[in-house]
């Protein structure tokens, strides 16, 4: 291609509303434009760059059966109805009537649709397992779009649905999606971890991983232990339970009611009375569908609120403002505690172990001490409701867990029945009895790892794409269009080079050489070949991306170092 009459609106400001180093570098070397809050358009070599990473996802997902399909973007929503996820889903859910007021939603998944298409279409186990994916534009209404093509509202992703007759069928293939989605991310170049995850809105029966890109931009914390491999998102990670090492109190010393005017938080009692925050019991109450829910944890610790949704089975929660907490426990928010509460309390593994804890006495300006779990309060309702901390012991070896930020760019989930239950799918087993399938989903989002891949590869001056989904493969850069020696030199490499099969973008532009070198290392192609003053010796100098030197070479060398990479393949 011939970067004068290419597509590439390089910019040298960084984008006002940029925030992500993906963001910033992408608007100013010309991949992507926005039209609204996230929503994009992919400008040409945005879009070769993505049709590359499409081509690997195509070429690993065929090689392990599966069969590419396409469904409809929009989505009657009866299925959603049907599944029961019309209103989980929330606002997130874009939805729209037709001239005749039937409802229809823009699919940001496709559990539904995929659902009834092979409840529909197949009749016998002898069909079975099936595998089946697409490559679509999805759409939810985000909040808050933010970090360019991390989090918008219209993306591209790949996702894809098993069926199966038993669950050891799932258990194959999901195991060699995992693999699959290895094979993918690893061809792509990006570092990755694989986690244990939570299933979210998708839902399902088994386990279920998330394919974590390192990155500091990163909105999920990675927990991962340097020894034995453990790997959990934060949402699901659990750390050994070690017992608390406070002293004991004799049974005979009782809980004592002390005034502590003004001091409401953590923070505030650890200063004010020269203790540590690992013997404070915190209690929160929180709104399950609708319902008060208290929970008592240390001090020193966050809850997770996925795993209270999980224990409770609970679709919705969120933290009950000042006058709900009066309303159902009486006291004052600042100061609750969790001795004779009139609701369920649910208790932390580590607040459970608390010996002799302080702790809210349900009256303003007053805190109770020497409270012991068991004794002064029930300690029925005791499970892992609190986030792991860094340094913490890992479940498995013991070892020191550590926190990494990462970019979501895959999840697997195994489903088990829980669309084909609500759906009514199912089919013919060995026997000739009707069985529900079981189902497994596998996603990836195709356009966030444009961003994902950007944020792993990039420095001061630009993009380093890896050569695997980089734009093109050599950026063959005349430094004068006006030297006949230098133009008939470049366009005799560009045509050999084409005919070797090579993507080249040549920049004819009548450009100064300081322009055209920034506009290379923004874009970030990954060998350049510049032609100059050497012209005339058949001499081009050669420049990896990821270099700051470059070497003169003939122009016989310099294709010889590009095809090296092809030699074996």
């Not at 100013?28 to 690997?56: D, M, N, Q, S």
């Not at 901390?389 to 829980?418: A, N």
């Not at 989904?469 to 950026?475: D, G, R, S």
Request: glycine share 8%; hydrophobic share 40%; with cysteine.
């Amino acid at each position: 291609m011939r970067q004068r009459s290419m597509l590439i609106p390089t910019l040298r400001e960084i984008p006002a509303e940029a925030e992500a180093a993906s963001h910033k570098l992408m608007i100013r070397g010309g991949f992507i434009r926005p039209l609204a809050a996230g929503i994009y358009t992919y400008l040409p070599i945005g879009w070769r760059v993505l049709r590359k990473i499409e081509h690997i996802i195509r070429e690993e997902m065929d090689r392990a059966g599966a069969q590419e399909l396409l469904m409809p973007a929009m989505q009657p929503a009866e299925l959603w109805k049907q599944s029961e996820r019309y209103g989980v889903y929330g606002p997130e859910l874009i939805r729209l009537h037709d001239r005749n007021q039937r409802e229809f939603a823009l699919g940001p998944t496709h559990e539904e649709v995929v659902t009834a298409l092979i409840r529909d279409t197949v009749s016998s186990y002898r069909s079975l397992p099936m595998t089946v994916y697409q490559i679509q534009t999805k759409f939810r209404d985000e909040r808050r779009p933010r970090f360019g093509l991390l989090r918008g509202r219209e993306f591209m992703m790949k996702d894809a649905y098993s069926f199966a007759i038993d669950w050891e069928s799932l258990d194959s293939t999901y195991q060699s999606m995992y693999e699959t989605y290895h094979r993918i991310f690893t061809r792509c170049g990006l570092h990755f971890r694989a986690v244990e995850a939570d299933a979210g809105s998708i839902g399902g029966e088994g386990e279920t991983h998330e394919f974590m890109a390192l990155s500091d931009i990163g909105e999920d914390t990675v927990v991962a232990c340097p020894s034995c491999g453990y790997a959990a998102n934060l949402e699901k990670a659990v750390a050994l339970q070690q017992k608390q090492e406070s002293a004991s109190p004799s049974s005979n010393v009782l809980c004592e009611k002390f005034a502590t005017p003004g001091i409401k938080t953590i923070e505030q009692l650890v200063h004010a009375l020269g203790i540590k925050a690992e013997a404070i019991i915190k209690t929160l109450v929180y709104i399950a569908d609708g319902q008060p829910i208290a929970i008592a944890i240390r001090g020193d610790h966050e809850v997770n609120e996925l795993k209270m949704m999980h224990w409770l089975r609970a679709e919705s929660l969120e933290l009950a403002d000042e006058q709900t907490i009066q309303q159902a426990v009486g006291g004052p928010a600042g100061f609750i505690g969790p001795i004779g509460l009139p609701i369920k309390l649910l208790v932390d593994h580590s607040a459970a172990q608390i010996t002799a804890g302080t702790a809210g006495a349900n009256t303003t300006d007053y805190h109770v001490r020497n409270v012991v779990p068991g004794r002064d309060f029930s300690i029925e309702h005791v499970g892992d409701f609190r986030n792991v901390k860094e340094g913490e012991s890992c479940p498995q070896c013991s070892d020191r867990l550590k926190f990494y930020r990462g970019i979501e760019v895959g999840h697997v989930f195994k489903l088990g029945t829980k669309y084909s239950d609500k759906l009514k799918a199912e089919t013919a087993d060995a026997a000739g009895q009707q069985t529900k399938l079981i189902m497994g989903c596998y996603g990836i989002g195709v356009s966030r790892l444009l961003s994902a891949i950007v944020e792993q590869y990039h420095d001061e001056q630009g993009i380093r794409w890896p050569a695997s989904v980089a734009p093109f493969q050599v950026h063959l850069i005349p430094v004068s269009i006006q030297d006949e020696t230098q133009i008939h030199l470049a366009e005799t490499l560009y045509q050999k080079l084409i005919n070797l099969g090579i993507e080249v973008l040549m920049d004819d532009r009548e450009e100064r050489p300081g322009v055209k070198f920034k506009d290379a290392d923004l874009i970030g192609i990954p060998i350049r070949l510049v032609i100059g003053k050497k012209s005339n010796e058949g001499i081009v100098e050669y420049k990896s991306r990821t270099s700051s030197e470059s070497v003169e070479m003939t122009v016989a060398e310099a294709i010889e170092h590009i095809l090296k990479p092809f030699a074996h393949e």
